[in-house]
């Protein structure tokens, strides 16, 4: 029982480094946005990539801060079922609908990593004047699904220990 203590306290961990590093993301993109008013306000320029890099860093304010928000029970749960079940099912449901988002998830994993895999060994650029390499941005899928598996994993043992 330590050591999965242990090993879902290190899972919780991660989501809230997650949730760190997604609100870093979130005060870039604001700083960029704030950049791009002011230069174009005051020096009628422009960054010409504020717009480009503010959507990047948005899937990673939003891949990175899953995990996060699912451990703080931040994403939507229809409990109008949940309410009326007994402990026991409500239970039995609950570990059931988790094993349904692992499985889910780690499908999206798998896929995404494959992406970004194949978008590097082709060399994809973005079609803009950055021409950034997209498996940079895309790298942020794989990694915050791994993040989420990992809080999925924490939340199904906590859940299975109850």
Known sequence: MKSMDKLIKFFDKIADIGGYISSVFM????????????????????????????????????????????????????????????????????????IIALLLTIFMFYYSLKMVIDTHALDMRADSIAETPLFIPQIALPVGYFIFILSIVGKLFRRIRK
């Open 27 to 98: 005060i870039f993109i604001v700083t960029l946005i704030l950049l791009e008013i002011f230069l174009r306000t005051f020096f009628n320029t422009s960054t010409l990539i504020s717009d480009e890099y503010s959507a990047y860093f948005f899937v990673v304010v939003v891949m990175f801060g899953l995990a996060y928000t699912f451990k703080e029970d931040g994403h939507i749960r229809i409990t109008i079922i949940l309410g009326r079940l007994n402990p026991k099912l409500n239970k039995i449901l609950d570990i059931i609908c988790l």
